[in-house]
């Protein structure tokens, strides 16, 4: 196999990869949370899935990203090293800033969770802040948009 392609590969790997993982840890941490608040409080438990489920929105824009840039890489008459780089760093960016936004964001929303579980009301205050790290995320998403078009 040619470097270029390669190079485009792996990128495309790393963008689905880390941002699968980075997804994966951060509803396992709502999901964590939910259990435990559910021992308190079961009747939140409709809060509880909305908050654990946020940070599973990261996997999807790596989901997303790679199929922008797998339809991209067939549509290439030729793929060269500069392509397999952009690749590369497309799923680098996207795929470390999606897995760790998810974990702080699953972080939060634990926190959130444990909070409804007690007898708090802060479900609109967690989601709000919950937001924030997706933010980052979502800049990713759009960098990776950004240089799909440049290609």
Not at 31 to 57: C, E, H, Q, R, V
Not at 71 to 98: P, R, Y
């Amino acid at each position: 196999m040619e470097l270029s392609y390669f190079l485009a590969y792996m990128g495309l790997a790393l963008m689905v990869i880390l941002s699968g993982i980075g997804s994966a840890i951060g509803v396992t941490k709502g999901g964590n949370a939910s259990i435990g608040a559910l021992k308190k409080n079961d009747s939140a438990f409709g809060s509880y899935m909305l908050l654990s489920a946020l940070p599973g929105t990261q996997g999807l824009y790596g989901f997303a990203g790679f199929f922008i840039f797998n339809n991209l890489l067939g549509g290439l008459a030729e793929v060269t090293v500069v392509h397999g780089l952009a690749f590369l760093s497309a799923g680098l960016s996207l795929g470390v800033v999606a897995l760790y936004s998810a974990i702080k964001q699953g972080s939060i929303t634990a926190n959130g969770i444990a909070g409804i579980g007690s007898g708090h009301d802060v479900f609109g205050k967690t989601m709000i802040l919950a937001v924030f790290p997706e933010l980052y995320a979502i800049i990713a998403f759009a960098v990776t948009f950004l240089i799909s078009t440049s290609l």
